[in-house]
């Protein structure tokens, strides 16, 4: 095999790539030296922006197949007919870290996907847990503020991240999954993943539903205590992208089954409680659970940089049969997401090829900006409506209409019968055997009990009594108990 030339940027031969041009032997550096500058400017841009949330990643190719007929409930092509199969991109992550933070830490995991559609991609950008902190995105800025470093330590703040907690009682079902034993998934193969929010599928016939993405691991759930979690990071910081990428490897293709929770659009004004508070799951009595396919995951990027970082997903990229519900973080997410990508990679991070579609043709009038790579031919025009026979609208909504009234203004949720935000997080408390409340109570007394402020503490302590009596108390005397020490 003949040996590869080394070129510059532009493509010329590079003559010597061990040496910088010098005025003689021993002289300076000479700013002709095309080679050294192009080089050194490059390295100096390598960086891009890190995502503010989700900034630790890993990401694998696969495919999803359907495995049972769901054309009663959505239109969307992809899930149209059994044994259909989409390719599919995933990317998992930490929430509140940096891009150098570690995998095996108590944190909630992100878990995104992009379908490679016949009409387009589309994005579900999810969690591994069904809930979230909050339910109303102008927190969200806040929230994610007390969580990261605090800006004169330069680290988490026990005093932050339960600080806002108190303020914000919806929090605590949240808590209570993120403090128990799912805190720390073993690796990204042995966690759920859930669509979180609630979104609509419309049927060819316009009825509309609303409805719950789970998707369960065939692995099984697998999950580390906090020692077993310190322990792995002192050995491998990078264990879950290292257990992904492996495992890819091996030819051990980790698999998920979705399954979605069906709730007919007529049902959800009456419902006990606001069925689009993220903060709230649906009881599974209500609303079982009905299978709809598998995902599989077999190829690993070639380029962490290119196909994890650069991987963009937006909430807001739907496709024909599936749309938002009036879910107030699903709302606010749908700009918050793009916008995050326009800002980190550009105007054109459409055209990167993670984020290309590759089952649908793209033909829009957007042109220009950094990084263009589609211009079109010289026939066509950037405007519309035109005489040049360019790409015209169908007429079709994606998604069936939503009815709404009332008038404009900052509104608390309407209330339903069982909205209330301690609950669920009591419920969860009672579903856990005798050992997994003991390690959910010392997780939590674990951190409470560093707060330095008594009023921060007694905030938070009254959440956990009112979800659960013994839940508070045990709470309240651990923390306790580790502040006489």
């Known amino acids: ?38 080089k050194l400017a490059r390295f100096n841009r390598e960086r891009i922006p890190e995502r503010v949330v989700h900034a630790r990643g890993s990401g694998a190719y696969g ?39 570690a995998d095996a830490v108590r944190d909630p995991r992100g878990f995104a996907l992009k379908f490679y559609t016949n009409d387009g991609n589309y994005d579900l950008v999810g969690n591994n847990t069904p809930v979230f902190f909050i339910k109303d995105p102008l927190k969200f800025p806040d929230f994610i503020h007390s969580q990261k470093r605090d800006p004169f330590t330069g680290r988490q703040e026990p005093d932050n991240v339960w600080d806002f907690w108190a303020h914000s009682p919806e929090s605590t ?11 720390i998934p073993a690796s990204y193969r042995h966690m759920n993943g859930f669509g979180s929010h609630t979104y609509r599928w419309t049927n060819a016939q316009g009825e509309a539903f609303f409805v719950k993405y789970h998707f369960r691991t065939n692995q099984g759930v697998r999950s580390l205590s906090a020692e077993q979690g ?3 990071v002192g050995k491998d910081a990078n264990s879950h992208q290292t257990d992904l990428l492996q495992a890819i490897e091996r030819g051990v293709n980790p698999s998920w089954t979705l399954h979605v929770q069906v709730m007919p659009a007529a049902e959800a004004a009456d419902y006990r409680f606001n069925p689009f508070d993220v903060t709230k799951v649906w009881p599974h009595a209500d609303y079982p659970l009905q299978r709809v396919g598998r995902l599989v995951l077999d190829r690993n990027p070639d380029n962490v940089f290119a196909e994890v970082e650069q991987a963009a997903f937006s909430p807001n990229n739907f496709v024909p049969g599936i749309g ?3 879910d107030k973080m699903l709302q606010g997410r749908l700009f918050a997401y793009a916008d995050a990508q326009r800002y980190r990679l550009g105007v054109n991070h459409t055209q990167l090829p993670v984020n290309a579609p590759r089952a649908a043709t793209v033909d829009h009038y957007g042109r220009d900006g950094l990084h263009a790579t589609r211009y079109g031919s010289r026939q066509d025009k950037n405007y519309e409506p035109n005489s040049y026979a360019g790409p015209a609208q ?27 935000d301690f ?32 009023d921060v503490i007694e905030k938070n302590l009254a959440h956990f009594h009112a979800a659960d009596a013994d ?5 309240e005397e651990a923390v306790r108990a580790l502040r006489e020490d």
């Open 230 to 232: 310190a322990e792995q």
């Open 324 to 326: 938002p519900s009036p």
């Open 423 to 454: 609950f669920q997080a009591g419920e969860l408390y009672r579903l856990m055997s005798a050992d997994e409340k003991d390690r959910l109570v010392a997780n939590i007394a674990g951190g409470l009990s560093q707060v330095t402020r008594d």
């Open 1 to 38: 095999m003949s040996q590869r030339v080394l070129t510059t940027e532009s493509g010329a031969p590079v003559a010597d790539n061990q040496n910088s041009a010098t005025a003689g032997a021993g002289g300076p550096l000479l700013i002709q030296d095309q080679h050294l500058l192009e």
């Open 394 to 420: 169908t007429g079709q909504a994606l998604a069936a209409p939503l009815a709404v009234d009332g008038w404009t203004g900052t509104h608390e949720a309407p209330a339903h019968t069982k909205d209330d």
């Open 471 to 475: 839940y508070g108390r045990r709470v």
């Open 173 to 183: 079902h949240q808590i209570t999954w993120l403090m128990g034993d799912r805190g």
């Open 63 to 101: 495919y999803f197949e359907v495995t049972d007929d769901v054309t009663g409930f959505t239109r969307a092509d992809f899930l149209s007919e059994v044994g259909r199969r989409t390719e599919t991109f995933v990317r998992f992550s930490t929430v509140a870290d940096s891009l150098g933070g």
